[in-house]
């Protein structure tokens, strides 16, 4: 075995400079986990629950909602966020007694449905959500898991990589 020296103005001096450049190195290695974690909130929202519990699985139709999960920086540190508008409504849900986007279930009676009249189809779905609650998907509150580990390993790795040897 081999013998270990260390000067203490060495490992102060590293201390020093360590404790002067964190902030800044931990708010990248917050970004840099946010975007580790993206792959995770795509394979989720493949994987979604219909909120009926009957159908396909998946909170997509043509795709909008999955391209649209973003990590940026935050003052703070980082964050992940979906920049589609309707994006809450699908994580949890909405109320009773407001009428859905016409346009988006004519768009999605035409696609999805096949309708042979695609309007009229709309029309009477878009009486039936007004009358009932449509229950959240929880894409983002579902993998938060896989979310968090997958975050919290990329900024170990970041934080290893800048203070991983010391003097």
Known sequence: MGTIKLDARQYANWIDQMAADFPQVMKTAAVSGAMAALPELHLATDKSPPPSGVGDPGAFFIGTYKRAWKAGQHPEGAWIYNSTPYAAVIEHGRRAGKMPPWRALVAWCKRKAKAEDPERMARALAF????????????????????????????????????????
């Open 128 to 167: 039936a959500m007004k009358r009932r609650p449509t229950k959240g998907r929880h894409v983002m509150g579902g993998a938060l898991p896989q979310i968090m580990q997958r975050f919290e390993a990329e900024v170990r790795r970041v934080l290893a990589r800048r203070y991983g040897s010391q003097p």
